[in-house]
């Protein structure tokens, strides 16, 4: 059975940095493309980072939110099999739901998402 578990989630002033992770059991993280996807209260889902499998052949992240362009990074520790989304520069707008997800597709950005997180909440408010 394959999951996804986020964590890192929290309350950060603005101007703060936090670290989310997603966690693989069942699937080996590294075949898979990964992505980042919040979602803020009454807004849509929007896109943040992909990560491409090293297996592909765009070993690189792709951004999906002008946004967090500069603020945001996307990286993996496949001996963890884990995906990080290091968050700096924090502001209030970047108050959501996180999500990871995982597309067989391994190349960023995929057509679509094969198997979710549950979500952690991140907000920064002073």
């Known amino acids: 059975q394959v999951q996804l578990v986020e964590s890192g989630g929290g309350l950060v002033q603005p101007g703060g940095s936090l670290r989310l992770s997603c966690a693989g059991s069942?699937?080996?993280?590294?075949?898979?493309?990964i992505g980042w996807f919040r979602q803020a209260p009454g807004k849509a889902r929007e896109g943040v980072l992909c990560?491409?499998?090293?297996?592909?052949?765009?070993?690189?992240?792709?951004n999906y939110a002008d946004s967090v362009k500069g603020r945001f990074t996307i990286s993996r520790d496949n001996a963890k099999n884990t995906v990080y989304l290091q968050m700096n520069s924090l502001k209030p707008e970047d108050t959501a739901v996180y999500y990871c997800a995982a597309s067989g597709e391994r190349l960023c950005p995929p057509y679509e998402y094969d198997y979710w997180g549950q979500g952690t909440q991140v907000t920064v408010s002073s």
């Open positions: 069942g699937l080996i993280m590294d075949y898979y493309a």
């Open positions: 990560l491409s499998s090293s297996l592909s052949s765009s070993d690189g992240s792709t």
